[in-house]
C-alpha cells in the first residue's frame, strides 16, 4: 500500500469505521490528535509507521481500503 491510497477520505472513513473520534483513533495509535485531524483535512498524508498501523488496522477491522483501486 501507498501513501496515496490513504488520502483525506479513506482516513476518515477508516476512523468512522471503527466508531473513533480523532482524539480516541490518535490514541490508539500513539500520535497526537492534530496529526489525525491534519491527515483528514489533507494538510499531510501519514507516512513510514503510520501508513503500516493503518493498513494493519484496516485489515484487522475488515475495513475495504481501496487496495483494488490502484488497478484501474
Not at 500500500?1 to 473520534?21: C, F, P, S, V, Y
Amino acid at each position: 500500500m501507498t501513501n496515496a491510497q490513504w488520502d483525506r477520505e479513506r482516513i476518515k472513513a477508516l476512523r468512522q469505521h471503527l466508531g473513533l473520534t480523532q482524539v480516541e483513533m490518535a490514541e490508539h495509535m500513539g500520535i497526537r490528535q492534530q496529526t489525525v485531524s491534519e491527515w483528514e483535512t489533507g494538510q499531510y498524508e501519514p507516512r513510514g509507521t503510520s501508513v503500516t498501523v493503518l493498513k494493519m488496522v484496516a485489515e484487522r477491522s475488515r475495513f475495504e481500503y481501496g487496495a483494488r483501486d490502484v488497478i484501474e
